[in-house]
């Protein structure tokens, strides 16, 4: 699929955020939002995060199946689409249970970017 620069940063972010909030105690309580959270971060701590989840969502997200998407709406994928991609871009890794796991975390946090994309331009 082809996503723009701003497409992938927009889908990357939002897998961050969702990270982040799995990770940060105050967050998970609902003590603070996840925005301030995020925003508190300083930019190196954001890039790692960013970083690491780049290597392992970016080859999903660019791997994933043409699909035709009208303007004004987001690009929408079975999940059977989802994880297809994902077991293809992880090739032979692992045994049989670590692979099983490591498929479907993958293709949760890719879902998780894919419903962060934006609307497709109306141009």
Do not use: C, I, N
């Not at 961050?16 to 925005?35: E, F, I, N, W, Y």
């Amino acid at each position: 699929m082809r996503f723009t620069e701003h497409e992938l940063t927009t889908a990357l972010t939002t897998a961050a955020k969702s990270v982040l909030a799995a990770q940060r105690k105050d967050v998970r309580k609902g003590r603070t939002p996840v925005d301030e959270a995020w925003a508190s971060m300083d930019r190196y701590a954001r890039y790692q995060l960013l970083e690491g989840l780049g290597s392992q969502l970016l080859p999903v997200l660019v791997a994933l199946p043409d699909v035709e998407v009208p303007p004004g709406e987001r690009p929408t994928f079975t999940d059977a689409q989802v994880v297809a991609t994902v077991e293809e871009q992880l090739g032979d890794e692992g045994g049989r249970l670590r692979r099983k796991v490591t498929v479907a975390a993958r293709a949760a946090l890719a879902r998780r970017a894919l419903d962060g994309l934006p609307p497709r331009g109306l141009t």
